[in-house]
């Protein structure tokens, strides 16, 4: 990419940000877009829709900047979450690093890189050359110069480790500390238990409530059986779609009559009014939902799986820790999700349907990281413009236009590439549902896992390397000595006012971020290794190994240290926990509840009303323990 390019790149999108913010200082302020800025303060009763004219919301302003910046880490804490202070100590932790990595970049790498001889550059004629001039190509072979680059590896580890300790330090205990002024949650008390073994003449509910009490007498307190309701989902969700259709239809002009044939496809058969129509299919599904919910709360098929709920943390986190059974593949136990986390679907599905799923899941992530090569390599292409001119000679003319060619090689290849990506978290979302996770917040962790491998390979190693890798694969295979060099050569060529979180996993996000980080700096290592060897210095080359065995220790000892805190709380915090509730009436009203904090909502009643969008009350009063 020439240096004009990247120029023109940077004002379009320095533009373009402008202009975003310019549209959302304006667009927040008017009263009809108050339920998209700010539902949740609508919401709480905490802001007011106000229809009188005032000059000021036709203006832009940068105040909402500041006040987005003022909320503290406890004002956040009791909004959103300890997920919204995580995902907020993530933005500072990567503000932090990209900022000291401008300083070290811009303010001394670039500048020795510029200064370097190993390229010819005429100086005249600056704009239209290429970005390797700054880069650590322009650097003459053997030069002393080279160990400032060397030694800004070093620092730039150093650093990383440091803020990484800090936050894993400081997150792990906001988590702790979160934990001990939380109320009682009925995922503290309850365990999910699949691979029930079914034993002649007793039900899967019979085994479950022979098995805890006997071998948990003091602490079991009850359990929900998780039932067969496939076909009930569909017809609830068959109801929730046509329910808000007829909401639609009537929204619309609701004086005047519409009408519609009852026959296939609205095409034949009797002349109805639509919304008597609607209403009449809508009762009808209403009644099949009913009366599917009467027979799977009477006969329905059990699933070899079950919500258990003990009378203690403690208690459960004993049950979760031991293996309950002399064969390991029954009775196991998991922590259960938060009732509003569990992703009912996949709980009907047999081991052997896990794992083919997983196995189909594994395929199509491949697939879909294949199939982009597609677009990166065209990308890549578009960001060489002699490349671009011998394979579409037509546009020669076009790209001779000096601005044009700016566009297409320094603007163009971002946008399209972007575009390509907002396609992906979708994608890895839906394919994370079908692998068997059975909570949200399962699902959206493995999502981002695989959202983020996909990026190192495709918009780092593919981007990077497609201009080189496809024409040196095979060397690469016959010489893998030659990876670090190969990668080396080919381098330098909040939350307040909309959401209300659905769920809660107490900061489990944050190790991904740390062991993501950690694979970076390892990657970075690798790239220094083979880069200083290609560039003559082979001291400089071999200092570079200890680091990434001193980053892995130090990635050895932080998991050690405070991984376990995020996977479970430790005994200490419980049993202390469990005392202070000891104590507390409302523990006793706790207890009742969540006996069926673990119904299936499938089995609510759900009534609509042309007022409301409905609401659930129980089916049946009736626990099974």
């Not at 900022?99 to 500048?111: E, K, Q, R, T």
């Not at 519609?260 to 099949?288: A, P, S, W």
């Not at 971002?414 to 059975?438: A, D, E, R, W």
């Not at 981007?463 to 050569?489: D, M, R, T, Y």
Request: hydrophobic share 45%; glycine share 6%.
């Amino acid at each position: 990419m020439l240096v004009s390019a990247l120029l023109t790149s940077v004002g379009i999108n320095l533009g373009t940000c402008i202009l975003f913010f310019t549209l959302y200082s304006i667009l927040r302020k008017q009263p009809g877009n108050i339920y998209v800025y700010a539902p949740r303060l609508i919401a709480e009763g905490k802001s007011q829709l106000s229809d009188d004219f005032n000059l000021e919301r036709l203006l832009p302003s940068a105040g909402w900047v500041q006040r987005a910046w003022q909320p503290s880490e406890e004002d956040l804490l009791s909004a959103a979450g300890l997920d919204g202070v995580v995902l907020m100590r993530i933005f500072i932790f990567s503000l932090r690093v990209f900022s000291f990595a401008v300083i070290v970049g811009i303010g001394i790498l670039l500048p020795v890189n510029y200064l370097g001889n190993q390229l010819s550059i005429d100086f005249s004629d600056l704009p239209n050359k290429s970005l390797d001039i700054f880069s650590i190509s322009n650097v003459d072979n053997g030069s002393k110069r080279l160990w400032i680059h060397f030694s800004a590896v070093y620092v730039f580890t150093g650093v990383v480790c440091y803020l990484l300790y800090y936050e894993y330090k400081h997150i792990s205990s906001k988590r702790i500390t979160y934990f001990y002024a939380s109320k009682p949650q009925p995922h503290q008390f309850t365990l999910l238990v699949r691979g029930i073994p079914l034993s002649a003449g007793k039900s899967f509910n019979d085994s479950v409530e022979s098995f805890f009490t006997e071998f948990h007498p003091s602490t079991y307190l009850s359990h929900i059986m998780v039932r067969q309701t496939n076909k009930l989902q569909n017809l609830i969700r068959d109801e929730q779609k046509l329910y808000k259709r007829l909401v639609n239809l009537k929204s619309k002009n609701p004086a005047q009559k519409k009408y519609t044939r009852d026959g296939f496809l609205g095409l034949f058969g009797r002349r109805v009014d639509i919304v008597d129509h609607h209403e009449k299919k809508l009762e009808d599904l209403q009644e099949n939902v009913r009366r599917e919910q009467l027979g799977v709360s009477l006969t329905g098929e059990e699933v070899p799986a079950a919500f258990v709920s003990f009378k203690s943390r403690y208690g459960s986190a004993v049950a979760l820790h031991i293996q309950q059974s002399t064969n390991p593949t029954e009775w196991i136990t998991e922590q259960a999700p938060e009732p509003h986390d569990v992703y009912w679907p996949f709980f009907s599905a047999s081991f052997i349907q896990r794992w083919v799923s997983k196995l189909v899941v594994f395929v199509a992530c491949f697939i879909l990281t294949v199939l982009f090569l597609i677009p990166v390599v065209f990308v890549q292409g578009l960001t060489n413009l002699k490349q671009l001119e011998a394979y579409l000679p037509f546009l020669t003319g076009i790209l001779a236009i000096t601005f044009v060619s700016e566009i297409i090689t320094g603007y163009l290849p971002s946008l399209i590439l972007q575009l390509f990506l907002t396609m992906v978290p979708p994608i890895m979302k839906m394919l994370s549902s079908i692998q068997g996770y059975t909570s949200n917040s399962g699902i959206l962790r493995s999502a981002c896992t695989k959202v983020l491998w996909f990026t190192i390979w495709n918009i780092f190693f593919a981007n990077v390397l497609s201009g080189s890798a496809f024409s040196q694969f095979f060397s690469l295979v016959l010489e893998p000595k030659n990876i670090p060099a190969k990668l080396a050569a080919a381098v330098p060529a909040q939350l307040l006012n909309v959401y209300e979180p659905k769920f809660e996993t107490g900061g489990k996000f944050w190790p991904i971020v740390h062991t993501s980080t950690i694979f970076s700096l390892i990657l970075m290592h690798i790239l220094a290794f083979g880069l200083f060897g290609l560039k003559k210095l082979p001291l400089a080359s071999s200092l570079c190994i200890p680091l990434p065995i001193v980053t892995l220790l130090f990635n050895d000892y932080c998991q050690k240290r405070f991984l376990p805190i995020f996977a479970d709380y430790p005994a200490e915090c419980l049993i202390k926990k469990d005392r202070e509730d000891q104590n507390d009436p409302a523990m006793t009203e706790f207890l009742e509840n969540l006996v069926t904090a673990y119904g299936d909502p499938s089995m609510m009643l759900m009534q609509h009303s042309s007022n409301d969008d409905g609401y659930a009350s129980p089916l049946l009063q009736s626990r099974e323990v």
